[in-house]
């Protein structure tokens, strides 16, 4: 099994930055990708970005591209979401996830193991 745990959520005003971090423990060896994922109220949780474990690869949603980056530090076990030009629009609970098939996904179901959330109101 894979344990996932968020930090860094907090409020702060629009145009701000703010870094999550996913701190990844258990069998990491069996980790193929990463996923960070939101849910605001009453909206479907969606996708914002992902990163494969071995190479790095990144991909983003169309509405964070440009403005948030993924990585991780394999040597800590950490995976991180860097959030500039934050808008209202931002605001949700964020999720990490994880996923033992390798390649990049976007969709929930593909995903195994997921943290607890961590909430980001993002205020006008």
């Known amino acids: 099994q894979v344990q996932l745990v968020e930090s860094g959520g907090g409020l702060l005003q629009a145009g701000g930055s703010l870094t999550l971090a996913c701190a990844v423990s258990?069998?990491?060896?069996?980790?193929?990708?990463m996923g960070w994922f939101r849910q605001a109220p009453g909206k479907e949780r969606e996708f914002v970005a992902g990163?494969?474990?071995?190479?790095?690869?990144?991909y983003y949603a169309n509405s964070v591209a440009g403005r948030f980056t993924i990585a991780r530090d394999r040597a800590k076990n950490t995976v991180y979401l860097r959030m500039n030009s934050l808008k209202p629009e931002d605001t949700a609970v964020y999720y990490c996830?994880?996923?033992?098939?390798?390649?990049?996904?976007?969709?929930?179901?593909?995903?195994?193991?997921w943290g607890q959330g961590t909430q980001v109101t993002v205020s006008s």
């Open positions: 996830a994880s996923k033992e098939l390798r390649g990049l996904a976007t969709v929930p179901t593909q995903y195994n193991y």
């Open positions: 258990g069998r990491t060896n069996s980790i193929g990708a």
């Open positions: 990163i494969t474990w071995s190479f790095g690869n990144t």
